[in-house]
Structures are given as C-alpha cells and as structure tokens.
C-alpha cells in the first residue's frame, strides 16, 4: 500500500469521526438554544435540530469526500503527515464556519422574535381608563391625578 493511500486512509479516519462528534455535540447543546428560539416549541425545535443535524452530515461528509483527493503523491512520512494537518485542519475551519453561521442564523431569528415580543403591549387596550371609556375626545389620565 503506498502512503498515498494510507494518508487517505487516515484522512477518513480522522475527519469522518470528527464530523460525528461535532454533529452530535452540536445537536445535543443546540436543542435548548432551539428551543428558545422556537417560543418553547419543543417538537418544532426537534425537527429543525434534526433538519440541521441530516444537513450538517450532507455538507461536511460531502465536502470531506471531495477534499479526499490530493494532487501530490506522498512519499514519507513527512509528506503523509503535511498532508493530513493540511486536510483535517481545512475540514476542522469548514466545521467552524458551518457553526458559526448557523448560529449567527438562529440568534438573528431569536433576537427579531424578542423585539416583536417587546412591541405587543402586555394586556390588549380595552379602551376603559379608571372604569371611564374613552370617547376619544379626551386625554387619558393617570389615577391619582
């Protein structure tokens, strides 16, 4: 077996794991963050956590079977070994930046909610004030006054 193949071999190894890890840890501390963002939806966030999950498989295995290929042949030890740092640590920035946008994604879906939160008053007008209706015509006037 050459190094070529075994530094594919590696490459698998370590790349494929390190997806699983990240998903299923993304997956697991993620479900509360959903949660929140979903108005305590519990069933929703579970989809969408699992949509998220099957997707972030999808692109970081695709992108690690795509990124499988090397354009040199690697010789020794040393080659086999800059080639991996170079390949798990461009999987390992991929991973980082599939995060952190979904993140950045999710915390603006939640920071929107929270302001439409804060626009609804808390009781719906009645258009009582004091056990008085308002007839429009006058102001409002704090009891005590």
Do not use: C
């Not at 354009?71 to 995060?99: F, N, P």
């Amino acid at each position: 077996m050459t190094m070529t193949v075994t530094t594919y071999l590696l490459y698998l190894l370590i790349a494929v794991p390190l997806t699983i890890w990240v998903a299923r840890t993304l997956s697991r501390n993620g479900r509360i963050f959903l949660v929140d963002v979903f108005h305590g939806n519990e069933d929703f966030a579970d989809a969408v956590n699992r949509l998220l999950v099957a997707g972030f498989y999808l692109v970081n295995l695709g992108f690690v079977t795509l990124f499988l290929r090397t354009g040199d042949t690697v010789v020794d030890a040393r080659g086999l070994i800059e080639a991996l740092s170079v390949k798990v640590g461009i999987v390992m920035v991929v991973l980082g930046v599939l995060h952190l946008v979904n993140v950045w994604v999710f915390n603006s879906i939640r920071r929107r909610s929270r302001i439409e939160e804060m626009a609804a008053p808390p009781v719906p007008p009645n258009g009582f004030v004091g056990g008085q209706p308002l007839t429009g015509t006058q102001q409002p006037m704090p009891s005590g006054y």
